[in-house]
C-alpha cells in the first residue's frame, strides 16, 4: 500500500481546521476511514511516540523482565545484573526468533530456537558450534536497542532512535501527575479490563476528550463528579482534565474516608489516558490500540495499594465496565458507522471559553496533532 501522503490528500483532511477552536471543523472523516491513513499513523505517529510498557514495579529488580508487542514491533525490556535498564528489538542476530516472551527473571537470554545466549546488556555471550565458522565475531553482535524512559515510575519505549525524552516532551506533565499521585511508586497491579471497539482509534480518543456528551450519555458519572469543577486544559502533547469528586448516592466514587477526593485525568498523546479516580491511593492506565482503521483495542489497567481490589474499588470497576463503557463503546461506534456515509464528513467544535469539561477544545487539540504528523508524512 502506499503511505505517500499528496498535498492534495492533506489538504482534503485540514480544509476548514483552524488553529482557533472557536472558528474551526473538525478534519475530515477520511482519515478514520481510509486505512491508508492507519498506515500513515503507524509509521507517523505510533513508531515515533512514547508507549506505555509496565509499571516500574515489574522491573524493579536485576534480572527482571518484560515482553510485550509495541505497535506490531516485538520488543523486550530488561534491568542488568547492575542495575542498568534497558530495551531491545525481541529477536535474535542468528535467524530472527523471539527471544523472550511474558514476563520475568533470568540471569541470560537464550534463544529458544538454536540456543544463542545473550546478556541482559544485548551483548552476545555464546554461539554453539561458532568456533567452526570463519570470521565470526562474537563481540560484533548485539540486539538492536529500542529507547527506554521511566516517567512518573511508569515504563515507556519509543521505536524511534531520534525522540527527545518524554519528561521533556511533557514539560510540567510530572509534576502535575505527581501532585496528584505522589504514592505512584508504591502502587501495584491490580485489575485489567480489555475491550474490543468497532470504531477509529481516533473516535474513541475523540470520545474521551469532551464531556459535552456526558449529561446526555453518561447521567450516572455526572453524579460522581461535581460537573461545574470540571475544567480541561491543553499543554504541548497532553490535556489534563480535573474535576471535584460529587456527594451524590452513587457509590461507584466513594468518597467517605478517602484519601483521594479529585478525579485527575490526563491524556498523553497519542493512544493514552492516565488517571487517578477518588477512593484509596489509586492510579489507572488506559490505552487505545489500533486493530484497524475500524477496531480499536482497548486496555484499561488498574494500579492500586494492594494486588486485590477492596469493596469499594470493585464497585468502582464494575461501574466502568458495566455502565460507562458500554455507553461510550455505543457511542463510537454509532460514530464510526456514520462516518462510513456521504452524510457526514466534518462538524463544528462546540467550545466553551472558561475551559469547562462540557468544551470541545481538548478535541480540537488532539486533532492539531493529528495533521501535524500528516504534514510530517506530507513532507517525505
Known amino acids: ?67 510485550a508487542d509495541i505497535q506490531g514491533q516485538s520488543i523486550f525490556a530488561a534491568r542488568d545484573q547492575e542495575g542498568q535498564l534497558r530495551a531491545f528489538y525481541n ?31 544485548g551483548s552476545l555471550k555464546r554461539a554453539r558450534r561458532s568456533e567452526t565458522i570463519e570470521n565470526f565475531d562474537i563481540n560484533a553482535i548485539c540486539l538492536n536497542q529500542v529507547k527506554i524512559e521511566t516517567f512518573c515510575h511508569l515504563v515507556f519505549v519509543n521505536l524511534d532512535q531520534n525522540a527527545s525524552p518524554l519528561a521533556e516532551q511533557t514539560q510540567n506533565l510530572e509534576t502535575e501527575i505527581k501532585k496528584y ?15 474490543r471497539i468497532k470504531a477509529n482509534w481516533k473516535a474513541v480518543v475523540d470520545n474521551f476528550l469532551e464531556c459535552y456528551h456526558c449529561p446526555v450519555a453518561h447521567k450516572d458519572f455526572c453524579s460522581l463528579v461535581e460537573m461545574d469543577t470540571y475544567k480541561v486544559t491543553t499543554h504541548g502533547i497532553y490535556s489534563s482534565h480535573m474535576a471535584k469528586a460529587g456527594r451524590s448516592d452513587n457509590k461507584a466514587y466513594a468518597i467517605e474516608d478517602a484519601t483521594v477526593t479529585d478525579h485527575a485525568v490526563w491524556y498523553l498523546w497519542p493512544n493514552m489516558t492516565l488517571m487517578r479516580y477518588p477512593g484509596r491511593g489509586n492510579f489507572m492506565v488506559w490505552r487505545f490500540y489500533p486493530v484497524n482503521e475500524n477496531e480499536t483495542y482497548e486496555v484499561f489497567d488498574f ?78
Open 1 to 67: 500500500m502506499n503511505t505517500m501522503l499528496s498535498s492534495t490528500e492533506l489538504e482534503k483532511i485540514a480544509k476548514g481546521y483552524d488553529p482557533v477552536p472557536e472558528r474551526s471543523y473538525s478534519i475530515n472523516t477520511e482519515c478514520y476511514r481510509n486505512p491508508k491513513f492507519l498506515q500513515i499513523e503507524q509509521q507517523q505517529i505510533f513508531h515515533k511516540s512514547w508507549q506505555f510498557l509496565c509499571h516500574e514495579e515489574k522491573l524493579r529488580e536485576p534480572g527482571s523482565y518484560v515482553a
Open 91 to 121: 529477536v535474535c542476530k542468528h535467524r530472527g526468533h523471539e527471544l523472550l516472551s511474558g514476563e520475568g527473571q533470568t540471569r541470560s537470554i537464550t534463544c529458544p530456537y538454536h540456543a544463542w545466549v545473550y546478556d541482559l546488556n
Open 181 to 195: 499521585a505522589p504514592d505512584i511508586g508504591e502502587l501495584t497491579f491490580a485489575h485489567r479490563l480489555t475491550y
Open 303 to 380: 494500579f492500586l495499594e494492594t494486588d486485590e481490589p477492596n469493596e469499594a474499588e470493585l464497585e468502582a470497576i464494575k461501574f466502568i465496565d458495566d455502565v460507562l463503557q458500554p455507553e461510550d463503546i455505543s457511542l463510537v461506534e454509532s460514530v464510526q458507522r456514520g462516518m462510513q456515509t456521504p452524510a457526514f464528513e466534518q462538524g463544528r467544535y462546540l467550545i466553551d471559553p472558561s475551559g469547562s469539561g462540557m468544551s470541545e477544545h481538548a478535541v480540537h487539540h488532539f486533532h492539531g496533532l493529528v495533521l501535524d504528523a500528516y504534514r510530517q508524512a506530507c513532507q517525505q
